[in-house]
């Protein structure tokens, strides 16, 4: 951590993305509370710091214990701008469609529980429209409850929440 202090102090200016929240396989074990709270200091005092949510070691050791994932979803709700996602598949000939159909939807697992402005910013891609400078927008993220625009114009919703719509603009 201290060498990403170092890095993050000498160029400022610079967009860096953190791989992995920063963690490594020496630090897969470290305490929940406190990476978040590492994450939360260093992304309030580095404006350019981005963290990425790729590798399934987020999700096996971190995300997928009881209580651990709503600790992380709250992090990144309050650090909507500030997360991307990735996949950090290693292409190879022995694995098939089916080896990355499992990976995506393990390490998107943690995208179930956001909010709905980190869901568009982090899993729908605003923050890489954002980091790249490109122009380019997200889709809206259909509100809950919002009253339909047309005719049948409902979507469905996560389980015990009204149906949602799409906003027009």
């Not at 490109?134 to 009253?147: N, Y």
Request: with cysteine; hydrophobic share 35%; aromatic share 8%.
């Amino acid at each position: 951590m201290h060498l990403m202090e170092e890095i993050l102090a000498q160029y400022p200016d610079n967009k860096i993305v953190w791989a992995h929240m920063g963690l490594s396989k020496e630090l897969s074990h470290m305490d929940p509370d406190e990476h978040i709270r590492i994450l939360e200091r260093l992304l309030d005092q580095h404006p350019n710091l981005t963290v990425d949510l790729s590798w399934r070691v987020l999700e096996d050791q971190y995300f997928s214990l009881p209580g651990v994932r709503q600790k992380y979803a709250s992090f990144l709700d309050r650090h909507p701008t500030r997360a991307i996602t990735g996949t950090d598949f290693v292409a190879a000939r022995n694995k098939d469609y089916a080896v990355y159909e499992q990976e995506l939807e393990v390490t998107s697992r943690i995208n179930r529980a956001l909010g709905d402005e980190a869901f568009r910013d982090i899993a729908l891609g605003q923050n890489y429209f954002r980091l790249l400078g490109l122009k380019a927008k997200a889709p809206k993220v259909c509100p809950s409850g919002a009253k339909p625009v047309g005719k049948d114009a409902t979507y469905p919703s996560p389980p015990g929440q009204p149906a949602g719509v799409a906003d027009e603009d």
